[in-house]
């Protein structure tokens, strides 16, 4: 089925196979798990996969091998590509309309100058929250019970020689600095452990959903102050960048459980491992890190440190989830001028200008897309 020429057909005009042909879509990284859904995609378009590096990736837009194609499909887990910096976007066709990315944080992305450009990108925010509340969760029982200091001692023969005792879940308040679709997971299943639940966000909750997730909103100083375990699940940019570093640990309640599964850079992991040493902080529990793949040798050595090499979304349900929405975000914007979960926002998107072949005049014709 070539749906352009469908819908052309509708509006009168006669049209063949040969007229019109299903626009490119570049690919970086494969699509590994949603293999149906990329058969149904590749009936609306022809996916085209980059076989070189990142350097050759500029190299073959700058020299215009690229162009003519309507969007790209980026997946950094996938490929050694990087991120989009301006290095890219500067050279990207002017074909192009939306780069879709299977993930849910683009930090490093270059997301202005893509606007600039006239690009739409996208990314799949709500479905790693269940994944990444899961990750929480499990980082919470293990630096509060000291869960992975005894697997570590059993494993050396030790048995559960010098591990201390735990504390349990139920009577401890847990702070969430950052109340999303992440963060409301985070909620739930903090209630079903028996946890008090305070949040901090840029915006209230309306209280009919704070009382969905039985979450109390605080003041950011409050949460700092009355927390038994910090979760931080807030965003990376430049207003994010170290928001927790030494003056936020010496408000924290001695002895806190601190847990990051936002960004590491969200943490000034020097003054970390210092609240650490000092034992502000009783223990941590990691899956993100200011320098990943390099970890604080600190950390690495702590006995009641709960680290993880960035696996919040690491699971076969996760990764399938994201490549549907990519790919759906792919289709819904260059068949209709919109996305699923746009990050950016274009005026004056022209759906149906990235995709014509040069053997139709485009300024022929007034169509509107619809379903």
Same mark, same amino acid.
């Given at each position: 089925?070539?749906?352009?020429?469908?819908?052309?057909?509708?509006?009168?005009?006669?049209?063949?196979?040969?007229?019109?042909?299903?626009?490119?879509?570049?690919?970086?990284?494969?699509?590994?798990?949603?293999?149906?859904?990329?058969?149904?995609?590749?009936?609306?378009?022809?996916?085209?996969?980059?076989?070189?590096?990142?350097?050759?990736?500029?190299?073959?837009?700058?020299?215009?091998?690229?162009?003519?194609?309507?969007?790209?499909?980026?997946?950094?887990?996938?490929?050694? =590509?990087?991120?989009?910096?301006?290095?890219?976007?500067?050279?990207?066709?002017? !074909?192009?309309?939306?780069?879709?990315?299977?993930?849910?944080?683009?930090?490093?992305? %270059?997301?202005?100058?893509?606007?600039?450009?006239?690009?739409?990108?996208?990314?799949?925010?709500?479905?790693?929250?269940?994944?990444?509340?899961?990750?929480?969760?499990?980082?919470?029982?293990?630096?509060?019970?000291?869960?992975?200091?005894?697997?570590? !001692?059993?494993?050396?023969?030790?048995?559960?020689?010098?591990?201390?005792?735990?504390?349990?879940?139920?009577?401890?308040?847990?702070?969430?600095?950052?109340?999303?679709?992440?963060?409301?997971?985070?909620?739930?299943?903090?209630?079903?452990? #028996?946890?008090?639940?305070?949040?901090?966000?840029?915006?209230?909750?309306?209280?009919?959903?704070?009382?969905?997730?039985?979450?109390?909103?605080?003041?950011? %100083?409050?949460?700092?102050?009355?927390?038994?375990?910090?979760?931080?699940?807030?965003?990376?940019?430049?207003?994010?960048?170290?928001?927790?570093?030494?003056?936020?640990?010496?408000?924290?309640?001695?002895?806190?459980?601190?847990?990051?599964?936002?960004? #590491?850079?969200?943490? %000034?992991?020097?003054?970390?491992?210092?609240?650490?040493?000092?034992?502000?902080?009783?223990?941590?529990?990691?899956?993100?890190?200011? =320098?990943?793949?390099?970890?604080?040798?600190?950390?690495?050595?702590?006995?009641?440190?709960?680290?993880?090499?960035?696996?919040?979304?690491?699971?076969?349900?996760?990764?399938? %989830?994201?490549?549907?929405?990519?790919?759906?975000?792919?289709?819904?914007?260059?068949?209709?001028?919109?996305?699923?979960?746009?990050?950016?926002?274009?005026?004056?998107?022209?759906?149906?200008?990235?995709?014509?072949?040069?053997?139709?005049?485009?300024?022929?014709?007034?169509?509107?897309?619809?379903?």
């Amino acid at each position: 089925m070539n749906w352009l020429k469908t819908k052309m057909g509708s509006h009168g005009w006669d049209i063949t196979d040969d007229d019109v042909k299903k626009p490119n879509v570049l690919f970086l990284g494969p699509i590994i798990a949603a293999t149906q859904e990329l058969e149904d995609f590749e009936e609306y378009f022809t996916v085209k996969q980059h076989d070189g590096n990142r350097q050759e990736l500029i190299n073959r837009c700058k020299k215009g091998k690229y162009d003519g194609y309507a969007g790209i499909l980026w997946n950094p887990a996938e490929s050694s =590509f990087g991120t989009l910096d301006k290095d890219v976007v500067s050279v990207l066709p002017a !074909s192009m309309s939306v780069i879709s990315l299977p993930l849910a944080g683009y930090d490093g992305f %270059d997301i202005d100058g893509c606007t600039a450009k006239g690009l739409t990108v996208t990314n799949t925010p709500g479905v790693v929250a269940g994944p990444c509340a899961d990750t929480v969760m499990f980082l919470i029982l293990g630096c509060l019970r000291h869960f992975s200091q005894g697997q570590t !001692s059993l494993r050396q023969g030790k048995w559960d020689h010098g591990v201390p005792r735990g504390h349990d879940l139920g009577s401890k308040t847990i702070g969430i600095l950052g109340m999303g679709g992440i963060g409301k997971a985070i909620a739930r299943r903090a209630n079903a452990f #028996g946890m008090m639940v305070n949040y901090y966000n840029r915006k209230r909750l309306d209280i009919r959903v704070e009382a969905e997730y039985n979450a109390h909103y605080v003041a950011y %100083d409050t949460l700092l102050r009355e927390s038994d375990v910090l979760v931080i699940c807030v965003p990376l940019n430049d207003s994010t960048r170290h928001m927790i570093s030494t003056p936020q640990f010496e408000k924290m309640k001695k002895g806190i459980v601190f847990i990051n599964i936002a960004r #590491g850079a969200v943490v %000034d992991e020097a003054a970390l491992v210092q609240a650490l040493a000092s034992g502000r902080v009783a223990s941590a529990g990691l899956d993100v890190f200011e =320098f990943e793949p390099k970890v604080h040798d600190a950390l690495l050595k702590h006995p009641q440190c709960t680290l993880l090499p960035h696996m919040g979304t690491s699971t076969e349900e996760s990764v399938l %989830d994201m490549e549907k929405l990519a790919l759906r975000n792919v289709k819904k914007f260059l068949m209709h001028g919109e996305a699923i979960s746009a990050v950016n926002k274009v005026e004056g998107i022209k759906p149906l200008e990235h995709v014509m072949t040069d053997g139709i005049d485009i300024s022929k014709l007034s169509l509107t897309l619809q379903g």
